[in-house]
């Protein structure tokens, strides 16, 4: 089938190439490249191709990687003689050998316990039943196995040169499982594609696959039956929320006030419900309601704010799952992570823990560290297809030490993990949360499954306006009319389930700003209503006529004991560039307290403060 497909795929780059060329000759321009070069190039491309698409290498394509003296030492273990005059005849020859049953069982006698073993040391016993594990392993994964994680449950095969084989005879003295098997022929090491992507794996011949013994296909690791069921039945929980989509809105009216700058994290968090701000930027610019100049796309934004919450948490959570632009991985508090060559996939992590927890039961209350236990033992290398713990420049937040090496697993991948759950998904609702124990929620299903996501709303919820010029909107109104509430009034710390506003001078002056007039907001004040006070309607209408009649300030005053001193330091240049307006006949306003005070002590007066 493969040579089939090269002779067609070249035969119609052939007819391609003779036309370019014949183009090129034409138009009196040398050909950018040959045919020969085009053809080798496409060929070399197919043949890498090749490799992904086709079945497991055989023992011949994996004996033709090795010299003549490995070939015949792995022939010397099973019993062969080999009369090949070179490498490749060898290889040859010793796959043709393997293929019989009989061949195989010799090799493996060597290599594995038997009854018949007798007078071995209690670590030669122990090297054959770790290699037993070891093939049985291969053999139940259906004959391959990622090499990062085989290698660090039955060991590293050292990277021996032809006179360190000769010297070492690994075959003979091996150091652990994996290099019993390699050493021994039995298995290769490849590049093959996989869920993740090309990585390596430690893999049986196809053609050896038939002579090894039946083991059953392991079933797939179910984490329902190994993540063990909290019994911390009494310890507080934090039930998940859908305040989220609120604050998405109140994110978007921030920059809607002022566009072109990221809201500052720690004036906007008395605002928020979560300390999101970072998430929600990246999701509202990955959903086009940001733009690259941080503000705020109507067109994209006003029918997400319209909507009910259930579809904009669930628009959100899409958005989360979907998201390069967001790394989970540099929001983990217990880590700093430095530039570098190296990349993460956040997709990747993302998808293995919602795979995860599908398999797990709702409504049951399930010990965070057994699952990140579980991931560990089963999907180690989840965001390491390579299974490279050490290129990667991550520092403990606190300690500043490189997290380098298999041993950091659970300070990278565990952290990881802890705050996937216990940080996006709780703030878009799918998790509830307990110390040290998490439980899916009905949003969660509804998300996995594709579906309407279950939550009602009071669509008969009112703003309630104050004569003193407060007005509340509650948490249950639509977020697209909280949005103008909150471009009208000067903002409220967070308090119960309703947001607060106060109508101020400052507040009705940016509502001005963006083009809207007191019309508008009486308008809108008595649509979400149920009654204005008629001393609140008559100070909206009189700035939409007359502005800001009245202005407060806070100021420093220097009161003088004697007036006559008023004059003296108004009118002398040590202290003079420091004083303001005058308030009074013994009193004016300090622009500069710091500048004053040292002016007039050289003056040799001393001033104190009230």
């Known amino acids: 089938r493969m040579v089939a497909l090269v002779v067609s ?12 060329t014949l183009q090129c000759k034409l138009e009196t321009q040398p050909s950018p490249i040959t045919n020969y070069q085009l053809l080798f190039a496409v060929s070399l491309f197919i043949l890498h191709c090749s490799l992904f698409i086709s079945p497991m290498p055989t023992l011949e394509t994996v004996y033709l990687d090795y010299d003549l003296n490995f070939l015949k030492a792995i022939a010397s273990q099973a019993g062969i003689e080999l009369n090949a005059p070179n490498a490749r005849a060898a290889a040859t020859q010793l796959a043709q050998a393997l293929q019989r049953h009989e061949t195989v069982e010799l090799l493996l006698y060597r290599i594995l316990p038997s009854a018949l073993n007798e007078n071995i040391s209690p670590e030669q016993l122990a090297l054959k039943d770790q290699t037993d594990a070891a093939l049985k392993h291969l053999i139940a994964s259906q004959g391959r196995a990622p090499l990062a994680q085989f290698c660090r449950r039955y060991g590293e095969v050292r990277p021996l040169g032809p006179v360190a084989l000769a010297r070492e005879k690994p075959w003979e003295n091996p150091q652990n499982a994996t290099e019993s098997l390699f050493f021994n022929g039995l298995i290769g090491r490849a590049f093959m594609e996989s869920d993740s992507g090309p990585q390596e794996f430690f893999f049986i011949p196809s053609d050896l696959m038939p002579n090894l013994p039946n083991v059953p296909a392991a079933p797939p690791p179910n984490p329902a039956e190994a993540v063990s069921v909290s019994i911390d039945a009494d310890s507080a929980s934090q039930f998940a929320n859908v305040g989220l989509a609120d604050d998405a ?91 570098g060559s190296w990349r993460n996939d956040p997709l990747a992590a993302r998808a293995l823990i919602l795979k995860l927890c599908a398999d797990l039961p709702a409504n049951e209350w399930r010990s965070l560290d057994s699952f990140i236990t579980f991931v560990r033992e089963h999907h180690a290398d989840f965001q390491r297809p390579a299974g490279d713990y050490d290129s990667w420049y991550i520092r403990d937040a606190k300690t500043g030490e490189y997290l380098r090496g298999f041993e950091h697993w659970d300070d990278v991948e565990g952290a990881l993990l802890r705050y996937i759950i216990t940080s996006p998904m709780h703030w878009l609702g799918l998790v509830h949360l307990k110390p040290d124990a998490f439980r899916l929620t009905t949003l969660f299903t509804a998300f996995i499954a594709d579906t309407a996501w279950p939550l009602t709303e009071n669509k008969e919820a009112k703003i309630v306006v104050r004569s003193d010029g407060t007005f509340t909107v509650p948490f249950d109104m639509n977020r697209y009319e909280r949005f103008q509430a909150a471009r009208i009034g000067e903002w409220q710390p967070l308090s119960g389930n309703h947001y607060s506003y106060r109508l101020t001078g400052n507040s009705l002056n940016t509502a001005g700003l963006q083009s809207i007039t007191a019309k508008h907001i009486i308008s809108f004040l008595r649509r979400h209503c149920e009654r204005i006070p008629n001393n609140v309607v008559e100070a909206i209408d009189r700035w939409g006529r007359s502005g800001v009649e009245a202005r407060a300030s806070h100021k420093m005053i220097l009161r003088l004991e004697n007036p006559g001193l008023l004059d003296f330091v108004r009118r002398n240049p040590k202290t003079s560039p420091y004083l303001g307006e005058v308030l009074g006949s013994s009193s004016i306003e300090v622009k500069d307290w710091k500048r004053l005070q040292e002016g007039m002590m050289e003056l040799g007066l001393v001033v104190g403060e009230a």
């Not at 119609?12 to 036309?19: D, K």
């Not at 998430?279 to 733009?291: N, R």
């Not at 899409?318 to 530039?339: F, G, I, M, Q, Y």
Request: cysteine-free.
């Open 9 to 20: 795929v070249t035969s119609v780059i052939t007819s391609v190439a003779n036309r370019t």
């Open 249 to 339: 809105v109140t994110v978007l009216a921030a920059l809607q006030l002022k566009p072109g700058k990221i809201p500052d994290p720690e004036k906007i968090s008395r605002y928020l419900r979560h300390p999101a701000l970072h998430l929600l930027m990246s999701l509202l610019t990955d959903l086009k309601m940001i733009g690259d100049d941080l503000r705020v796309d109507p067109e994209q934004s006003k029918p997400f704010m319209q909507a009910d919450r259930g579809a904009q948490l669930s628009t959100l959570a899409t958005a989360w799952r979907d998201s390069n632009r967001w790394n989970d991985l540099l929001h983990v508090p217990s880590l700093k992570p430095e530039p």
